[in-house]
């Protein structure tokens, strides 16, 4: 009923009022003054290929933090990332010899997947806070070192860059799941979807592997690990558990040129209560992008960075006994009382706007940023998580992608790859209580 | 103008049925106890349809809802001229070269649709698609076409345009370009199609809704004598114009407050008068009783052009049906009703369609 589409739409903007202002750091607002460069974080970054330099580019606008050195074994890399952070870093070529300065507090790992859990553990062991790129870590058996190393170190913050937990837009349809808007989740469905041959331009061939390192099995954990991780972690996130198995499937079907990773992967992973989640990510189609698709027997949350829709399923309710029965009529045309999707920022006002739309506009605005109100994504979740790992350390304030985390996301990553490769369904390990 | 009778369809109802719902309340409070309500709804014809129904059994009452929104579904693949691969445009794209045979019911649905076309000398009718077109209500752009568009396209308007063979279950067009659209009669239909799914399982309490333009109410709910609709303002959308009782009664609403677009300070309307192809102006709202909610959807568009006093004379023609129209009056925001009905009615005593104060 058009009546009732009506209430349920006031409810909805008052859960996602709630859940903005409820949210803990991701969407508090930049009151920090700057900390000036005695009270900033001192970090070095490893890596400044392309990820690290898209962390570089929103770390020079964040004060929070100070670059004393950067590090990459490739040489064009490393003059990219000083042009992108700007100052004056030291530059290194071996990582341990930026872990052995004693003025940097931390760390940002931005390498090849085959070196994130030694690099993780020799920078944690040197006294840095880390923050680690996903997937966490690429074997099974290097999840042990990287606990040990997180528990000697406890004080320590370990971050996992899984930037749609820093998400503003994430954490209210998380909250919005919470709140029972979705009802009982069943179904995640997350596509990643390219049309492109995901490799890196070479100037040298001597260089490929070092550049297309996610083409090859020895580095790399493909598709599943450096695009399913983050959607995994969505999944695990919304359902509030990691996956007890999965099978899958995948192949170099399109781009036969000497890969070793998948270019067409598809996996259903399996949850405690039953709930699955289908993956798939293709490299020769790219009109779908990428969106996760949470399902409940309430409702759906069509999600991906910078969007978020909500739809209010149409379930039958039963009630014993008889009701108060009142009913609307009037005319409806065509489409207007259908459901389209319920933005998750429903006052973002987009295109032609008036002079009162625009006041409006920036009077949230300005709400938002004393913290009282979140209205939008205030900023890139990649900037946020950079923000919030400073806060971490500085503040000690809760991590917001912390170990177990990280565990989980890399756990499901390396099973999935294992479901595909053997082609039969893989069960997680029973672990200690 | 009526003189004013509260009751919209005959006086003749009431007495006898307060005396039954009295006669029965005892046994019907022991079996109340053990009903369940179930409500459902279901997005089909551009709109959505909601059934609400009494009963014991909650599964079996979900199995009735889901088996009536097939049946609507099925209608709408079958009736939509939004969809290509329907009957309806595979009609439309082959009848003007050669007669089309059309499924049993479909063929009366259309023959229904042309007898109100006839009765109403064109106020309603089928083929009103390539003006909705020119006026860009159809997945466009609201404009003003002009007259040498409209002139163009009113050839091919026309419900006498279009031929049945009943003996063959044929249909043909007598001009290429001619379209059929269902939308003024369709969803009145297929509630109709519901309610019959309803009764044949046994649900004698509940109310099928489209959109909340066609709403019938089957029997009435536990402990009360009808269902209880209200009919909304024409201005303000959460207000109340009116409130009507239903029982074994179809309502259905046609309104100008929906969709319009305003040019140069004039509004205008999505329902077109076919026989001038011009925007109906006058009439903010009309709402018509009828037993079966077909005829209250396609007479609710028939009554909305051709406006109150020439409605008066055609309700000779429909037994048990009762119209209100809302018309503006000068003042800001306000309307007046005008109320006209059959002059014969031949229902059982039980139904019940009527305004309350």
């Known amino acids: 009923m058009e009546h009732e589409q009506g209430v349920s739409r006031r409810d909805f903007l008052k859960t996602a009022a709630a859940a903005a202002s409820a949210l803990p750091l991701a969407g508090a607002p930049a009151i920090i003054a700057d900390p000036g460069p005695t009270d900033a974080v001192r970090y070095g970054i490893i890596g400044t290929g392309t990820q690290g330099c898209t962390l570089l580019k929103f770390l020079t606008t964040i004060p929070e933090g100070r670059c004393l050195a950067t590090c990459d074994i490739y040489p064009p890399n490393l003059k990219k990332g000083l042009e992108t952070i700007g100052g004056n870093p030291d530059t290194y070529e071996d990582y341990r010899q930026l872990l052995d300065r004693k003025d940097i507090d931390a760390v940002l790992i931005c390498t090849p997947l085959h070196l994130h859990a030694q690099m993780t553990v020799d920078a944690l062991d040197a006294g840095k806070h880390v923050f680690i790129e996903k997937s966490m870590f690429f074997k099974e058996e290097e999840e042990k070192p990287i606990r040990q190393a997180a528990a000697a170190h406890a004080k320590q913050v370990l971050q996992i860059g899984l930037q749609r937990r820093s998400s503003v837009l994430y954490n209210i349809a998380m909250e919005m799941i919470r709140k029972g808007a979705l009802g009982k989740i069943t179904f995640v469905r997350a596509h990643w979807h390219r049309n492109s041959d995901w490799r890196r331009p070479v100037p ?94 309430q409702g759906t949350l069509e999600i991906t960075i910078g969007k978020g829709l909500y739809f209010r399923e149409k379930t039958a309710q039963t009630t014993a006994g008889s009701s108060a029965e009142t009913w609307w009529a009037g005319a409806t045309v065509s489409d207007e009382a259908t459901q389209k999707g319920i933005p998750i920022f429903p006052e973002t006002v987009s295109g032609d706007e008036g002079f ?6 920036f009077a949230k605005r300005w709400l938002a940023s004393l913290g009282i109100y979140d209205y939008e994504e205030p900023h890139d979740p990649w900037w946020s998580e950079m923000k919030n790992f400073f806060a971490s350390i500085r503040e000690s304030k809760p991590v917001v992608a912390p170990l177990e985390i990280g565990v989980a996301d890399a756990l499901a990553v390396i099973y999935g790859n294992r479901a595909i490769d053997t082609g039969q369904k893989v069960f997680w390990p029973k672990r200690a209580a | 103008m009526n003189p004013e009778p509260d009751v919209v369809c005959p006086a003749a109802i009431r007495f006898s049925a307060i005396l039954i719902f009295l006669y029965c309340l005892p046994a019907q409070g022991q079996v109340e106890d053990k009903l369940v309500r179930h409500e459902a709804s279901h997005d089909a014809m551009g709109t959505v349809f909601t059934i609400v129904s009494y009963g014991r059994e909650a599964r079996f009452l979900a199995q009735v809802a889901n088996e009536a929104f097939d049946e609507i579904d099925s209608l709408d693949a079958q009736m939509s001229h939004y969809k290509v691969e329907s009957e309806l445009s595979r009609i439309n794209r082959r009848a003007a070269h050669e007669p089309v045979l059309v499924e049993p019911r479909l063929f009366a649905l259309i023959a229904k649709a042309l007898r109100f076309s006839q009765e109403s000398e064109g106020a309603f009718d089928i083929t009103v698609g390539p003006l909705m077109k020119a006026w860009g209500f159809f997945r466009g752009v609201a404009r003003v076409p002009p007259r040498g568009e409209l002139a163009r396209v009113m050839k091919r308007v026309g419900y006498r345009h279009i031929q049945l063979d009943d003996k063959q279950r044929t249909i043909r067009f007598a001009v290429d370009g001619l379209e059929l659209d269902l939308g003024g009669i369709a969803k009145g239909y297929a509630v109709d199609r519901a309610v019959d799914i309803l009764r044949a399982n046994g649900v004698n309490s509940a109310l099928v809704s489209s959109g909340a333009s066609s709403i019938y109410a089957l029997g009435a709910p536990p402990g009360e004598r009808a269902w209880r609709v209200n009919l909304r303002d024409p201005f303000e959308k959460q207000k109340v114009a009116d409130v009507v009782r239903l029982k074994d009664y179809s ?107």
């Not at chain 1, 040298?204 to 983050?230: C, I, Q, T, V």
């Open chain 1, 204 to 297: 040298d061939p001597k260089f490929e592997r070092l550049l297309n390192w996610r083409m090859y099995r020895e580095y790399s954990g493909g598709l599943m690990a450096e695009l399913a991780s983050h959607q995994i972690d969505v999944a695990n996130w919304a359902i509030g558990a990691e996956p007890i198995s999965v099978v899958g499937t995948g192949g170099i079907d399109y781009w036969k040129d000497g890969r070793e990773t998948c270019d067409n992967v598809q996996a259903i992973f399996e949850y405690p209560g039953g709930q699955k989640l289908v993956f798939t990510s293709i490299l020769s189609n790219g009109h779908h992008g990428f969106e996760e698709h949470i399902m409940g027997d």
């Open chain 1, 356 to 361: 009162v739309h625009r006041e409006i506009r």
């Open chain 2, 251 to 357: 309502l259905s609403v046609s309104g100008s407050y929906e969709k319009f677009f305003t040019l140069k300070g004039r509004r205008y309307s999505h329902i077109l008068d076919p026989r001038t192809g011009r925007p109906v102006q006058g009439v903010l709202m009309t709402t018509v009783f009828a037993p079966r909610a077909l005829d209250s959807d396609a007479l609710s568009t028939t009554f909305f052009v051709m406006g109150a006093q020439r409605a008066r004379a055609l309700l000779a023609n429909y037994p048990n049906v009762s119209l209100l129209v809302y018309e503006p009056t000068p003042a800001p925001r306000s309307f007046r009703r005008i109320r006209a009905q059959s002059t014969e009615f031949t229902l059982p005593p039980e139904s019940v369609a009527e305004l309350e104060r």
